[in-house]
């Protein structure tokens, strides 16, 4: 049983989440085979507050 879990920041639509995890469970089926039934995918959303790149916050690069 495939499990796969994607880490984003928060601000997506729920259209580009549901998207995101047809193309996954897609590519995940197609390329090892593995019956759909079997693959779980979900999303964990960070704060831009709560993630940090090369010591500056999410948050305060998009200003």
């Known amino acids: 049983m495939p499990l796969i879990e994607i880490h984003l920041l928060e601000g997506r639509s729920d259209e580009q989440k549901k998207v995101l995890l047809t193309a996954v469970t ?5 390329s090892i085979g593995a019956p759909l039934e079997t693959i779980r995918v979900w999303i964990q959303e960070m ?9 500056v916050l999410a948050a305060d690069r998009k200003q």
């Open 26 to 30: 897609k590519a995940v089926h197609d």
């Open 47 to 55: 704060p831009p507050k709560a993630f940090m790149v090369a010591g």
